[in-house]
């Protein structure tokens, strides 16, 4: 116990503490792993990233030409022209998913049934076959039938894009 007779300053001042070393302070602990099974593992998870990075990368790729599908048919659903394009886009698109003996041979009917397999809910019916047969080879669009059976073809045609299954 302090002693009531010396000051304030006797007790905080410099005179107590003189002799005083001050205590080392440890080592900052590093966040780097030391041991070999800390590295393994970062090594690990690591090469899991870069697996799982190259999966992406290649299903990316995969569905370029069906982004690119899906984005002609909207433009020429906003620009309503060019509706003759929709069955080339189709085609084209399912030419590049499945094999080419399964679909090259496919016309009219056949054609939009097959279509309709690939998908859980159909949405393809018999005047749209039809649509598809006959849209290539007509001069004008707005001569073949009005502008909203086109459009809803449009839309038709993106929602097998969307949702088909390979």
């Excluded at 094999?99 to 019916?125: C, H, I, M, Q």
Aim: proline share 6%.
């Amino acid at each position: 116990m302090a002693d009531n007779s010396m000051t304030a300053s006797e007790l905080f001042g410099s005179n107590r503490m003189w002799g005083l070393k001050e205590i080392p302070l440890p080592e900052p602990v590093s966040f780097f792993p030391d041991t070999v099974g800390w590295l393994t593992l970062a090594a690990l998870f690591g090469l899991f990233l870069c697996f799982l990075f190259t999966l992406f990368l290649r299903r990316w790729r995969k569905k370029a030409p069906l982004r690119q599908a899906i984005r002609d048919l909207r433009d020429i659903s906003d620009q309503q022209h060019n509706y003759s394009q929709i069955p080339l886009i189709l085609r084209q698109t399912a030419l590049q998913q499945y094999d080419r003996d399964e679909v090259a041979s496919l016309r009219g009917r056949s054609y939009t049934d097959w279509l309709n397999t690939k998908l859980k809910n159909p949405v393809f019916d018999p005047r749209d076959s039809e649509l598809l047969a006959t849209l290539p080879y007509t001069p004008s669009e707005k001569s073949l039938t009005d502008i909203a059976t086109l459009n809803g073809l449009v839309q038709k045609s993106i929602v097998w894009l969307k949702n088909h299954h390979v």
